[in-house]
């Protein structure tokens, strides 16, 4: 299972980075009426969460750079800004290393205990297994609103 779990990563990220390979930096910036947040922030997200899922919830150092809370934490949007978020190639470059990292730091220790345990609604995560595996979708929800959100703005 660690080896699927980790090749199921492996995937989703190739597909969060296909998503985001033509977007240009001024699409990347565009809040589709109705919606709150970027494909820029969507990204920066994807990364962020999988930090704090994958490193921090397992007592490892995540790295996040200066600044990537207050942009792409849960509940932060593009409107709320006060400073310049990330370049696309710098997204980028940090999605493409962060697999091979969760790959190194992980391989053989999906059943080892959390240190920080999360419920998120009626869900608990307690293994570092489970947090990735609900890296997954998270990941998948957010590559799929990266899609929608192209068509939008490029109609």
């Given at each position: 299972m ?8 492996d995937?989703a990220?190739?597909?969060t980075?296909?998503a ?5 930096e001024?699409?990347a910036?565009?809040?589709?009426e109705g ?13 962020t969460?999988?930090?704090?899922f994958a ?10 750079p200066?600044g990537?809370e207050?942009?792409?934490?849960t509940g932060?949007?593009?409107a ?5 978020a990330?370049?696309l190639s710098e997204?980028?470059?940090l999605l493409?290393?962060q ?11 999906m ?8 419920t ?8 570092i297994g489970?947090?990735l ?22 109609k």
């Amino acid at each position: 299972m660690n080896e699927a779990l980790l090749n199921q990563l492996d995937f989703a990220r190739a597909s969060t980075l296909a998503a985001a390979k033509d977007v240009t930096e001024q699409e990347a910036d565009i809040v589709p009426e109705g919606f709150a947040n970027s494909i820029r922030w969507n990204l920066g997200h994807i990364y962020t969460v999988h930090e704090q899922f994958a490193f921090a919830t397992a007592g490892e150092k995540p790295h996040l750079p200066e600044g990537f809370e207050a942009w792409f934490a849960t509940g932060t949007k593009p409107a709320d800004w006060t400073s310049k978020a990330p370049a696309l190639s710098e997204l980028i470059e940090l999605l493409e290393g962060q697999i091979k990292r969760i790959r190194d730091t992980f391989q053989g220790r999906m059943d080892q205990s959390s240190a920080h345990p999360v419920t998120i609604g009626p869900l608990t995560l307690q293994t570092i297994g489970e947090f990735l595996s609900f890296s997954l979708f998270h990941e998948g929800m957010h590559t799929q609103t990266i899609k929608a959100y192209k068509k939008l703005i490029r109609k």
